[in-house]
């Protein structure tokens, strides 16, 4: 995995970059990013985490890192839950990342 800073330098003459994850959908927010952080861990410890998946610190990686993130979640959490979090507070996320 290339760092962030290696690629913006890498593409910082391009015309334009489209960007993309890994199932085609691409938006501002990420709804598991919002659950996680109202429901979790929190963005400060989210974000802490998943630096250390760029910079490759401690060994960490994707799946582990995911896991710790979504095991962060409250566990009784429901899906109706969650769409009306979404719905209320991040409807931008709902057509595009929730998919």
């Given at each position: ?9 890498k593409y910082a003459t391009a015309p334009f970059v489209v960007l993309s ?45 995911f896991r710790t993130s979504l095991e962060s979640v ?26």
């Amino acid at each position: 995995m290339l760092a962030v800073s290696t690629l913006l330098e890498k593409y910082a003459t391009a015309p334009f970059v489209v960007l993309s994850d890994f199932d085609g959908t691409i938006s501002t927010e990420d709804s598991n990013d919002a659950v996680i952080d109202a429901f979790g861990m929190g963005a400060v410890a989210r974000r802490a985490l998943w630096s250390k998946v760029v910079t490759g610190e401690d060994g960490a990686n994707f799946r582990d890192c995911f896991r710790t993130s979504l095991e962060s979640v409250r566990p009784n959490l429901t899906f109706d839950e969650v769409v009306a979090f979404l719905r209320k507070g991040a409807s931008s996320l709902l057509g595009s990342s929730l998919g």
